[in-house]
Each structure stands twice: as C-alpha cells, then as structure tokens.
C-alpha cells in the first residue's frame, strides 16, 4: 500500500492551524473492522512518537490541539495552533496489511 | 517506564553483516509485536521486519527479504536482527519499535554504516 502525504513541507506562522493529508493506494479497513492508520512526529535527531492512532485516538500525553480524522483511503492530520514545539516531520503510517508502509513526511517549520 | 534500547550498530563492509539487539523494559514483552524500521540519512521512514510476540509471525519487506532474519528470546526480553549480505543501501538509523498497530514505544536507535 502507497501512502502519500501533501504537502511535502508546511510554512507555517504560530498559532496559525495546519493540516497534513495522507491518501493510501488502498482502503486501509483491517478485516477485524479496525484501520490501523498512525500518525507520527519525529523532531530532528529524536526517534519516531506516537501522536494519532487508529485515525484519530490522541495517545497519551498529546496535546489537544492535534487532531486525526478521515476512512477508507483519505485521511488528516489537523493542528489547530502550531506551536513552536510543533516544528519536525510528520509521517502518516499504515499497519493495516504488510509490508508496513510510511508516507514521505512532511517538514513542518515555522514562517 | 516502557523502554526498548537497541545496539550493535557499526561499520562494516558490503557483504558483512550485523547483529542488532533490541533491549526492552518496563512491559510484558512476550505480548507484544517488534518491529525494525529504518531511516537512512536525510530519508524517511522505512519498514524492516516485525516478529510477533510469540515469535510465530514474522514478516520483512522486500528490500531485505533473504538477507536479514528477525528473532526473539522473551526469556531476555530482547529482539534481533540479523543482517547478512549488508548493502550500502543499508546504510541507515535501526529502530525498534513496539506493537503493529499502535507504535507508542521507539528506541534511540542504532547507526549501521556499510562502507569500504
């Protein structure tokens, strides 16, 4: 499954909202009823973290302000105030069927 | 705390290999899956393998099928990866990582440079 994120970089001022989308070649609805769509941050020289999984679920200790939506093969990754914290690359990530896929990030940075 | 810490990165030549480890703490590691994922420098994110918490369900991507083998001794609460035939294009940061579906755990990493 082709993940494909837009866009590939976010200028964005702060406290202004961003969006990220990620469109899969194929309908990420697990046969358990589940779709495994993950997003997630990675801030330059850190590994990968868990933000949104199963489209939408926040984990633990995320902040509010981001939010996961879509089904079937488009979804979105919404900020709603960037803050400065917010600056990286975001992946969006399928676990649906193997092999395992990732979008190409998109670098979000700061006007 | 749950933690994973990988080693047995290095330098080796095209055609060496290497074996890394995945250290994990902090969680019941025989119930849950590990994969390895990859970044190569300045890249994105690349899917390895994954190995099911009872080691009975293993899978790889393409790109290494044949050349790498994933395992897991829950006795020690460790994962690896074996990586035979090493490429240049395997020239990347090792994660690990826990669970399939809800990756809320990654390593620090382990650098593996394939170079003469």
């Known amino acids: 499954i082709v993940m494909t994120q837009t866009p590939l970089s976010s200028p964005v001022t702060l406290g202004q909202p961003a969006s990220i989308s990620c469109r899969s070649s194929?309908?990420?609805?697990?046969?358990?009823?589940?779709?495994?769509l993950t997003w997630l941050h990675q801030r330059p020289g850190q590994p990968p973290r868990l933000l949104i999984y199963?489209?939408?679920n926040r984990y633990s200790g995320v902040p509010d302000r981001f939010s996961g939506s879509g089904a079937g093969t488009d979804f979105t990754l919404k900020i709603s105030r960037v803050e400065a914290e917010d600056v990286g690359v975001y992946y969006c990530?399928?676990?649906?069927?193997?092999?395992?896929?990732f979008g190409q990030g998109t670098r979000l940075e700061i006007k | 705390e749950v933690q994973l810490l990988e080693s047995g990165g290095g330098l080796v030549q095209p055609g060496g290999s290497l074996r890394l480890s995945c250290a994990a703490s902090?969680?019941?590691?025989?119930?849950?899956?590990i994969s390895w994922v990859r970044q190569a420098p300045g890249k994105g994110l690349e899917w390895v393998s994954m190995?099911?918490?009872?080691?009975?369900?293993?899978y790889y991507a393409d790109s290494v099928k044949g050349r790498f083998t994933v395992s897991r001794d829950n006795s020690k609460n460790t994962a690896y990866l074996q990586m035979n035939s090493l490429r240049a294009e395997d020239t990347a940061v090792y994660y690990c990582?826990?669970?399939?579906?809800?990756?809320?755990?990654w390593g620090q990493g382990t650098l593996v440079t394939v170079s003469s």
């Open positions: 990582s826990k669970g399939r579906g809800l990756p809320d755990c």
């Open positions: 902090g969680l019941t590691f025989n119930k849950y899956a």
């Open positions: 190995i099911s918490g009872n080691g009975e369900n293993i």
């Open positions: 194929e309908s990420l609805v697990h046969s358990d009823g589940n779709t495994y």
């Open positions: 199963k489209i939408s």
């Open positions: 990530t399928q676990a649906t069927q193997f092999p395992i896929t």
